[in-house]
């Protein structure tokens, strides 16, 4: 079972930067694929960005490619989320994500394990 923790969220003005960060517990975190998905209480639970096991591969949502940066640190079981020049738009609770699986993956069904969330909120 892993679980996972995040960290970072909070008040920031449009134009601002953030830093999210997610902690895993169990020994099993350099075998998951992980991501980030957001959610706003108007719409479903949307694919932010992920990162393949060893870190050499990510992928983004088009609404965020060119600001967002997915990065994780095997050693220290973390993946973090750097967000920069926000947006309104991008008000929403973050989740951090594991997968099981060797692909990375864009689909909510195909994470594993999920935290509670973290609120970030961008004012204009």
């Known amino acids: 079972q892993v679980q996972l923790a995040e960290s970072g969220g909070g008040l920031v003005q449009a134009g601002g930067s953030l830093r999210l960060s997610c902690a895993a517990s169990g020994r099993t975190f350099s075998r998951q694929v992980m991501g980030w998905f957001r959610q706003t209480p108007e719409k479903e639970r949307d694919f932010v960005a992920t990162i393949s096991r060893s870190g050499d591969r990510t992928y983004y949502a088009d609404s965020v490619r060119s600001r967002f940066t997915i990065s994780r640190d095997n050693s220290k079981n973390t993946v973090d989320l750097q967000m920069n020049n926000l947006k309104p738009e991008d008000t929403a609770r973050y989740y951090c994500?594991?997968?099981?699986?060797?692909?990375?993956?864009?689909?909510?069904?195909?994470?594993?394990?999920w935290g509670q969330g973290t609120q970030v909120t961008v004012s204009s």
């Open positions: 994500a594991g997968r099981n699986g060797f692909q990375i993956a864009t689909m909510r069904y195909e994470y594993d394990y």
